[in-house]
C-alpha cells in the first residue's frame, strides 16, 4: 500500500525532478514538465500514460486504475495508491516521467542502470 510520501520518495529518486504544485495540489516536474499530481482528496495520483497503455491498466486492474469523465480520452490515468504496492508504483511513476523527460536524460539514466535499463 502506497501513499503520498511513497509518490514523494520514488518521485524525487528520479533524475532532475522537483516537487511543485499543479492545481493546487503536490506535484512532480522534470525540467519543469509535470508528470505526476495528487488530486485534492489525497489519495489519487494522476500520472501520464499512453491511451492504449491507460485501457490495458484499467481493464487488468480496474481497483488500481480508473478515470473520471474528466480524463476520458486524455493520456493521464488516477490511480489509488492505497490499492497499489510500492514496486508497481515505482515502474508507473517512471514510466510517466519517461513521457516528459528529455530524451538525453532517459538515455542518462538507462546508461546507469546496465544493459535491462528501460525494460
Known amino acids: 500500500?502506497?501513499?503520498i510520501e511513497s509518490v514523494r520518495r520514488l518521485a524525487l529518486a528520479l533524475p532532475e525532478v522537483?516537487?511543485?504544485?499543479?492545481?493546487?495540489?503536490?506535484?512532480?516536474?522534470?525540467?519543469?514538465?509535470?508528470f505526476a499530481r495528487m488530486k485534492e482528496d489525497g489519495e489519487t495520483l494522476v500520472v501520464?500514460?499512453?491511451?492504449?497503455?491507460?485501457?490495458?491498466?484499467?481493464?487488468?486492474?480496474?481497483?488500481?486504475?480508473?478515470?473520471t469523465p474528466h480524463y476520458h480520452g486524455y493520456p493521464a490515468v488516477?490511480?489509488?495508491?492505497?490499492?497499489?504496492?510500492?514496486?508497481?508504483?515505482?515502474?508507473?511513476?517512471?514510466?510517466?516521467?519517461?513521457?516528459?523527460?528529455?530524451?538525453?536524460?532517459?538515455?542518462q539514466r538507462d546508461a546507469t542502470r546496465g544493459p535491462s535499463a528501460g525494460a
Open 78 to 107: 488516477l490511480v489509488r495508491l492505497a490499492a497499489i504496492e510500492e514496486d508497481e508504483l515505482a515502474e508507473v511513476l517512471e514510466d510517466s516521467w519517461r513521457r516528459k523527460a528529455p530524451k538525453r536524460l532517459i538515455a
Open 48 to 67: 501520464l500514460v499512453e491511451l492504449g497503455e491507460k485501457e490495458m491498466l484499467m481493464e487488468a486492474e480496474p481497483h488500481i486504475f480508473f478515470e
Open 18 to 34: 522537483e516537487e511543485g504544485t499543479w492545481f493546487r495540489t503536490p506535484a512532480w516536474k522534470v525540467r519543469k514538465k509535470s
Open 1 to 3: 500500500m502506497a501513499d
